[in-house]
T-cell receptor
Framework: GENVEQHPSTLSVQEGDSAVIKCTYSDSASNYFPWYKQELGKRPQLIIDIRSNVGEKKDQRIAVTLNKTAKHFSLHITETQPEDSAVYFCAANNTGNQFYFGTGTSLTVIP | DAGVIQSPRHEVTEMGQEVTLRCKPISGHNSLFWYRQTMMRGLELLIYFNNNVPIDDSGMPEDRFSAKMPNASFSTLKIQPSEPRDSAVYFC??????????????FGNGTRLTVT
């Protein structure tokens, strides 16, 4: 099956700085990669996703990049704000429809 | 769209009691997933259904756990008998997969289970 690894497990940045979270996957058949943000006590919510036929996708301050050859994908948050503080999960989805999640990154944005 | 609806939001029960968690997926979604989240183990997939049929239940911890999906709009996760180590947040999620189409996974608000 698929194995998704996520780094770092914790990340602290100053407000206004950028944050980068990296994930690797093992199954070359995986073709869809969503990112979720989970605030304390709440459900994971989709913030951005990318499909395997695209190398990069942006949505305002958030961007995701995908390197299919190396089997890794990354989340980039620019101009971080305190409300970006949360746990972020990456996931990989293969043709079998299962979603495999990373172990999460706890991001703290220091005002 | 009301999203994925789970009930109850909180459940506190004593060890040995039966617990039933309920989920209504997003209308039109054909895949339903049950996850368990704890600090120690993160998000664990327990079981998932496609078109109401269980596809992979390898994540179900043991025979005390069972899940059903009698129709496209309802699923239950049952724990009998419950144990303190079952205390966690249980999320239900749904998605759509069709010919050439795939939707993201949408999570419900979760059920926080405490077994004393």
């Amino acid at each position: 099956g698929e194995n998704v690894e996520q780094h770092p497990s914790t990340l602290s940045v100053q407000e206004g700085d950028s944050a980068v979270i990296k994930c690797t996957y093992s199954d070359s058949a995986s073709n869809y990669f969503p990112w979720y943000k989970q605030e304390l006590g709440k459900r994971p919510q989709l913030i951005i996703d990318i499909r395997s036929n695209v190398g990069e996708k942006k949505d305002q301050r958030i961007a995701v990049t995908l390197n299919k050859t190396a089997k890794h994908f990354s989340l980039h948050i620019t101009e971080t704000q305190p409300e970006d503080s949360a746990v972020y999960f990456c996931a990989a989805n293969n043709t079998g429809n299962q979603f495999y999640f990373g172990t999460g990154t706890s991001l703290t944005v220091i005002p | 769209d009301a999203g994925v609806i789970q009930s109850p939001r909180h459940e506190v029960t004593e060890m040995g009691q039966e617990v039933t968690l309920r989920c209504k997926p997003i209308s039109g979604h054909n895949s339903l997933f049950w996850y368990r989240q704890t600090m120690m183990r993160g998000l664990e997939l327990l079981i998932y259904f496609n078109n109401n049929v269980p596809i992979d239940d390898s994540g179900m911890p043991e025979d005390r756990f069972s899940a059903k999906m009698p129709n496209a709009s309802f699923s239950t996760l049952k724990i009998q008998p419950s144990e303190p180590r079952d205390s966690a947040v249980y999320f239900c999620a749904s998605s759509f997969t069709g010919r050439g189409a795939k939707s993201p996974l949408h999570f419900g608000n979760g059920t926080r289970l405490t077994v004393t």
